[in-house]
Every structure is written in C-alpha cells, then in structure tokens.
C-alpha cells in the first residue's frame, strides 16, 4: 500500500504549521511537525546545559545521544497539538524566539539531523502523511506525491511572529523579531546540510498578501490534482 506524503517546507512564519495541522484534519493523515523536533531537541540540550557547547565533541557525542532518546508525544486537542518533553507540556515553550534559535544550531549540525531523520521517516504511516519543515521535500521524503514551499516576506512574518508572541502575553519588540527572522533565514539558507530551499517540483506560495484561507485553497486545489494521478 503506497503511503500519500505531502510536504510543506518554508521559512519561519510563513504559516505552514498552521497549514500542515489543517490539511492533516482535512485528509486524515498523520502530522509531523519536524520544526517542533528540532525545537524540542534544542531545549532538551539547553536543559542539559549542550546548546552553547556544540562544537566540542564530547558535548556533541551527549547531545547525539540525546537526540535519540527524546521523550516526545504528540497529543491533538480542541485548542491545537499539544507537545510533551519527558511528560512536561512545552507547546508554549518551544515556540519562543530562544529556543527557535536552538533549533536553528541544531538543525545546522549534520550529526544531530542524522539522529533525528529516523524518527522523521516512522511518521510516515498509512493513510499518510503531512510533513512540515524546512527539508521535508529535498531531503527526507524526496519521494513525496505533493510538495509545497510556502514563503512570505521577512516583515510580514514578523508582524505574524509579534501578534503571536503578544497574543501569549509576552513583550515583543518588532525590530527585534524581524533581526532574528533574517538572521535565521540566511543561517537556514546558507547551511551545508540540507538547506532551505525549494525542491525542484516544488508548488510554491507567497502568503505575504495572502490570509490562511486563501492559502489552503490554494494548497488543496494542488494537492488533490496530485494525489489523483
């Protein structure tokens, strides 16, 4: 039985998790937020007192073995997925500015994207899948029958990035948020591993004028001719 993949890769912001939760629903297929992976990974190792210490290899040995181990679950409720780390929710935690920051060092490191593509690949499971990222469709499920690159620009992600953070109670100054969006961009971009870009058959939307909607829409139209072929 051929297991239906689709991916959605892009930049922070841009709306795929939001996206990927909706088409999952939508499809009935399992979700995979491989973001939230990385995130998760990075908190643990900022936890565990790792993240700052990455290019020293005994620090890096510890956080491979880590990467192994994580004790995640996913739980989906009314409000959204839930996310638990060693039996402690963290979907608040894993989406602040710092730890997106640890996910993009981690992502960055071949060692420990090598620990976590196993994990990645025992999302794919019947009727299928939704996988968003920033490789999903360059690098861990290239055979996917629908990828999308879904991007925007760098201010109105971060508009999107300081309504989320205030909407959670936390002082955010948009000058900031927007630094740290192109900072990890041109990290994500310029990376030797895996980086972000577009795959060659990707379907590729700019959300920047374009409300979550509009977006899945779109998303679908392409999708279902996809998955009819």
């Given at each position: 039985?051929?297991?239906?993949?689709?991916?959605?890769?892009?930049?922070?912001?841009?709306?795929?998790?939001?996206?990927?939760?909706?088409?999952?629903?939508?499809?009935?297929?399992?979700?995979?937020?491989?973001?939230?992976?990385?995130?998760?990974?990075?908190?643990?190792?900022?936890?565990?007192?790792?993240?700052?210490?990455?290019?020293?290899?005994?620090?890096?040995?510890?956080?491979?073995?880590?990467?192994?181990?994580?004790?995640?679950?996913?739980?989906?409720?009314?409000?959204?997925?839930?996310?638990?780390?060693?039996?402690?929710?963290?979907?608040?935690?894993?989406?602040?500015?710092?730890?997106?920051?640890?996910?993009?060092?981690?992502?960055?490191?071949?060692?420990?994207?090598?620990?976590?593509?196993?994990?990645?690949?025992?999302?794919?499971?019947?009727?299928?899948?939704?996988?968003?990222?920033?490789?999903?469709?360059?690098?861990?499920?290239?055979q996917a029958q629908a990828k999308i690159y879904l991007t925007a620009s760098a201010?109105?992600?971060?508009q999107r990035r300081v309504n989320q953070?205030?909407?959670?109670?936390?002082?955010?100054?948009?000058?900031?948020?927007?630094?740290?969006?192109?900072?990890?961009?041109?990290?994500?971009?310029?990376?030797?591993?895996?980086?972000?870009?577009?795959?060659?058959?990707?379907?590729?939307?700019?959300?920047?004028?374009?409300?979550?909607?509009?977006?899945?829409?779109?998303?679908?139209?392409?999708?279902?001719?996809?998955?009819?072929?």
């Open positions: 039985m051929t297991i239906q993949i689709i991916t959605i890769d892009g930049p922070s912001g841009s709306g795929k998790g939001t996206l990927a939760a909706k088409l999952a629903d939508h499809y009935g297929y399992h979700l995979l937020d491989s973001g939230a992976l990385y995130r998760l990974l990075g908190l643990s190792l900022h936890k565990a007192e790792l993240i700052e210490k990455l290019d020293d290899e005994d620090a890096l040995q510890q956080s491979a073995s880590i990467a192994e181990h994580l004790n995640i679950v996913f739980k989906t409720a009314e409000q959204g997925t839930q996310i638990f780390l060693d039996g402690e929710e963290v979907t608040q935690t894993i989406r602040t500015e710092h730890v997106g920051e640890y996910a993009s060092r981690v992502a960055a490191i071949p060692v420990l994207r090598a620990a976590l593509v196993a994990r990645q690949h025992a999302f794919a499971q019947a009727p299928g899948l939704v996988a968003d990222g920033r490789d999903m469709a360059t690098s861990i499920f290239p201010e109105s992600r971060a953070l205030q909407g959670m109670g936390l002082d955010v100054k948009m000058n900031d948020i927007l630094a740290n969006i192109q900072a990890r961009d041109k990290r994500d971009m310029e990376r030797t591993v895996a980086p972000l870009k577009p795959a060659e058959d990707a379907y590729i939307i700019d959300s920047s004028e374009l409300n979550i909607n509009e977006v899945f829409h779109l998303m679908t139209e392409y999708i279902d001719l996809k998955l009819a072929d």
